[in-house]
């Protein structure tokens, strides 16, 4: 257990002293973060590093498990006509695929994220969210993707959401936690800044926007105050942590401008994928286009590379 | 209006037209339009590439919607394209003769282009029937052939006829259900322009026409290689220029549609084979019992 222990740097922080977040100040900045002109080497090089970031997700009612597997084998062999690509971070399943994922990767170096604690609402007892954290962990997940309480977090329970998601912290293990705010939820960007202290500050690897179930999901400035927050909190604690944007990034454009923001908030040294992650579907197969038109000068279309 | 009552000019901005909204190009470029005295008639948008698959992604996103429309829905919204066109008689006289042509000249091209439309929105629900057929096969099969919108469908309108031509053009491909991106003529691009905001006005759903202006050395080899492009239609006669997009188009099996030397004002260049142009066939095979 000694690894959680180092994690746990604490106790509930006072909420009260985070600072405010400058809403206009920041949807201006995160604006400029899209005129930024990335030219030919640059960006086929950041097009690659958005494809080694990727979480390729699957969460729908109608999974099966050989939908999964056929999201491992595309995990895989992302685009077999251009040798040489990176290969995605990470497949992210529900718990109850969490083995299915693990024997399709074998020993590909991918990681298997699961989603817990009742995801996507989180409104599940919390024994009963160990216990599925237990599960999915035993199953073989490197990491897990938990949802906070909002309704606790919404109606002041802070203590309880801390509380919350340090059992799940232990529940874990060596599994990386990352930790789901579902900003779309929170209403302002002050709460977000809020839960991503609260969050940070009871353990979590990694904190992450959204479920992908909610509207709005990740956007620009949502990212902006949670890397802010990252920021602080490193130089307060010395500890890193990492981010995870999820929902709605479906375009490798779109990817390049969060990691424009990703490199002037934080720097390089969160440009790996063990600290920096894109929670997505539909990205992957956006950037292999991108890089294709790259590579040989025309635009692609969808019906050229496997959908998953 | 002489004197200080006379009113400041009120002078139309010309854009492009993606995905049912009117921007300026991304590429922030524009080249000025002279009349024949050399005088400045407006700055036109240098379409860019960009410009060209941004087009291209709105076309393939308002494809699946537009295919599966109504035939009956379909030609209802190009007849109402006719009216629309028909309420602005004056204003496109008004252009094509700014851009050179008689008014006798302007008056015929603009009444024939409402025809026109007024033709392939009656042969909206029609085409299918002549196109169609039973086969017969020798064995226990009923099989038969259906038309099926080819898909997204890059026209190179001609140079010439800048409204009739390229209205010729982009009807028979939107009444089978095809969606388009079209590169208007570069010498008289006004009507062009001013025809999406007749196309905006008629319902016709965003994304289904795309119109660009900008120099067409410059987009074709775009219009003609783009992967995600299922048919491309020129009217170029420049046999290099042909070469190019035959080679170009090759790379994912195009359709390309040569219109060369077409009269565009005669009654023989409106004819329900320009709409089978740009259609697949279907062949199904059904069992049936001997």
């Known amino acids: 257990m000694s690894v959680t222990a180092i994690r746990e740097t ?22 400029r973060f899209q005129t930024r002109s990335i030219k030919k080497e640059s960006k086929v090089e950041a097009l690659r590093m958005v494809l080694s970031m990727i979480d390729l997700t699957t969460l729908e009612g109608q999974d099966t498990p050989g939908k999964v597997q056929q999201l491992c084998q595309k995990a895989i062999h992302l685009h077999d006509a251009m040798p040489g690509l990176p290969h995605v971070a990470a497949v992210c399943v529900y718990p109850t695929m969490v083995g299915v994922a693990k024997k399709a990767l074998g ?37 897990i993707d938990m949802v906070i309480s909002r309704g ?46 609260l969050a940070m500050h009871a353990g979590a690897d990694f904190i992450k926007t959204s479920t992908g179930k909610i509207q709005p999901a990740a956007t620009l400035p949502v990212t902006l105050v949670m890397l802010q927050a990252i920021r602080d909190y490193f130089y307060e604690t010395g500890r890193m942590v990492g981010m995870k944007p999820a929902g709605g990034i479906s375009s490798a454009k779109l990817a390049i401008h969060y990691l424009v923001m990703l490199r002037e908030t934080l720097g390089a ?23 294709r038109k790259q590579a040989t000068g025309i635009y692609q279309s969808a019906d050229y590379f496997s959908k998953d | 209006m002489a004197g200080s009552t006379s009113r400041v000019p009120v002078e139309k901005t ?15 470029r524009f080249f000025p339009l002279e009349d024949s005295d050399g005088e400045v008639i407006a700055n036109i948008c240098r379409g860019s590439r960009k410009d060209f698959r ?32 028909e309420g602005r008689r004056e204003q496109f006289i008004a252009e094509l003769h700014l851009q050179g042509l008689s008014k006798r000249r302007a008056k015929k091209e603009v009444d024939a282009t409402i025809d026109r439309l007024i033709y392939y929105a009656g042969w909206s629900d029609k085409y299918q029937q002549v196109f169609s057929a039973v086969n017969p096969v020798s064995s226990s099969h009923f099989n038969f052939s259906v038309m099926e919108a080819t898909g997204v469908v890059s026209v190179l309108a001609p140079n010439e006829s800048s409204l009739l031509g390229l209205v010729s053009n982009i009807v028979p491909a939107i009444v089978g259900g095809n969606t388009c991106v ?60 042909a070469k190019e997009i035959e080679i170009s188009a090759a790379d994912n099996i195009k359709r390309v549609v040569n219109r060369t030397n077409t009269d565009w004002a005669q009654e023989k260049s409106q004819n329900p084979y320009l ?16």
């Open chain 1, 10 to 31: 604490g106790h509930l922080p006072d909420l009260s002293r985070v600072p405010l977040v400058d809403e206009v100040g920041v949807e201006e900045r995160s604006a």
């Open chain 1, 152 to 197: 606790a977090f919404l109606q002041g329970d802070y203590g309880f959401v801390f509380d919350e998601i340090a059992a799940i912290r232990e529940a874990c293990g060596d599994a990386h936690l990352k930790v789901i705010l579902e900003t779309g939820e929170l209403g302002t960007l002050d709460r977000v800044r809020r839960a991503s202290v």
């Open chain 2, 54 to 85: 941004n087009s291209v992604v709105a076309a393939r996103k308002a494809f699946p919607g537009w295919s599966s429309a109504s035939a009956y829905l379909r030609g209802q919204i190009i007849y109402r394209i006719a009216e629309m066109l």
């Open chain 2, 275 to 290: 709409i089978k142009e740009t259609q697949e066939t279907k062949t199904t095979w059904h069992p049936i019992g001997s």
């Open chain 2, 14 to 28: 010309y854009k492009i037209y993606i995905d049912g909204k009117f921007p300026r190009t991304e590429s922030g």
């Open chain 1, 269 to 291: 040294a969160w440009m790996t994928p063990a600290w920096y992650r894109f929670g997505a579907s539909s990205l992957a197969n956006d950037v292999l286009m991108q890089l």
């Open chain 1, 107 to 143: 020993k590909n170096n991918i990681k298997v994220a699961s989603v817990a604690t009742a995801f996507p609402s989180g409104m599940a007892p919390r024994q009963i969210k160990l216990e599925e954290t237990r599960i999915a962990v035993d199953e073989g997940a490197d990491e």
């Open chain 2, 182 to 241: 079209v590169l208007a003529s570069e010498e008289m691009p006004l009507c062009a322009v001013s025809f999406a905001e007749v196309l905006h006005a008629a319902d016709v759903p965003g994304g289904v026409v795309n119109i660009l202006t900008g120099y067409r050395e410059e987009l074709t080899g775009q219009f003609a290689s783009h992967m995600d492009v299922n048919a491309i239609i020129y009217c170029d006669s420049d046999t290099d220029v």
